[in-house]
């Protein structure tokens, strides 16, 4: 099924940030601070947020065009250079000098160089100075403008650091376009859109507003009668929710559907929303019906979560999961 996904062109818009880790070895406690005394190993730049989304559009064959704005800055110019390293096209990206780049810097330690386990011991965060204004989100708008002859689906993902504004919402619900929602805080908004791809607990408090709820909580029967609401109160074409180890729920004209996780050994599930949506888009706009984008989209899934921190997929390695799944059936 995979190797139908055909070379279409999706934008996507939205929080594109900077991973930052370093690697380091833990050597003994300092005298002066209760904090370890560490040595550098190694450190790694990659693309987080919706930089992921995109890289796994690109990895999956698709032609990915990143439609964001980021800071005049040292992390935004590695940004772009990131994307010109695999032959993306960064027109769509607008630096300006008020804006910072968001970046994650993530300092790990480990007791041994070779086969110690590296845990983070602390987060450097660089955010951007709250949402963008009226008129940067104008800019935004008229570069989705300036490009969309030449896109076949777009994704708008959020992660609260002040890209995704409901003006901007609103203008891609309006488009004659395959438009696929991922966000985390502002589900509600997403209105008209081909389809929004929550996980099952932002689809409960999206539904039901804050409160605690736990995955046990969540029964088959509870979490078919929250998608049925959610995907009529949003005017939504399709839903799919996303439910970790237990796969995920996929809502199109009919009730649920449910489609069983392939993941039996995950590493980290950092950024598997990011696949499952880049999928979902490339899916779609290659002429899958929902259900196979689905399919696509939870073994694309179960491949990112066997690799630690912010991953990517191509097709062959579905290939070679769905092969390995199954040999272990016969």
């Known amino acids: 099924m995979p190797h139908r996904l055909k070379p279409k062109k999706v934008a996507v818009v939205g929080d594109f940030s900077l991973d930052f880790c370093r690697y380091n070895l833990a050597h003994y406690l300092s005298k002066e601070e209760p904090c370890p005394v560490v040595y550098p190993l190694n450190e790694t730049k990659t693309l987080g947020g919706a930089g992921n989304t995109a890289n796994n559009v690109n990895s999956l064959g698709g032609i990915v065009i990143p439609i964001t704005i980021i800071g005049k800055d040292e992390a935004g110019d590695l940004m772009i250079n990131l994307f010109r390293r695999k032959g993306v096209d960064t027109s769509g990206i607008i630096q300006l000098k008020e804006r910072k780049t968001h970046v994650y810097e993530k300092i790990y330690a480990s007791s041994s160089a070779s086969h110690g386990q590296h845990n983070q011991v602390v987060r450097i965060d660089t955010i951007p100075q ?19 002859d030449e896109i076949d689906a777009i994704i708008v993902a959020d992660y609260s650091k002040g890209i995704v504004t409901k003006e901007l919402i609103k203008f891609v619900s309006t488009l004659d376009k395959i438009k696929i929602g991922d966000s985390r805080p502002k589900i509600n908004e997403f209105s008209n859109f081909s389809v929004l791809a929550p996980n099952e607990f ?14 046990e909580d969540l029964s088959d029967e509870m979490l078919t009668e929250i998608g049925i609401k959610l995907k009529d109160r949003l005017n939504l074409k399709y839903l799919v929710i996303t439910r970790g180890s237990k ?6 004209d009919s009730k649920g559907y449910i489609i069983n996780s392939v993941v039996t050994d995950a590493v980290d599930v950092t950024g598997a929303g990011d696949t499952v949506a880049a999928a979902i888009a490339l899916g779609l706009a290659s002429g899958l019906s929902l259900i196979d984008s689905a399919k696509i989209a939870n073994y694309a899934g179960g491949v990112v979560v066997r690799k630690k921190g912010t991953a990517t997929c191509t097709v062959d390695e579905i290939l070679e999961l769905k092969e390995k799944i199954k040999k272990q059936k016969d």
């Open 130 to 148: 709250g949402d963008l204004t009226k008129e940067q989100t104008e800019i935004l708008i008229e570069k989705i403008k300036e490009k969309l």
């Open 247 to 252: 796969g995920m729920m996929v809502f199109d």
């Open 202 to 215: 932002e689809a409960y408090f999206g539904l039901y507003g804050n409160g605690y709820i736990s995955s």
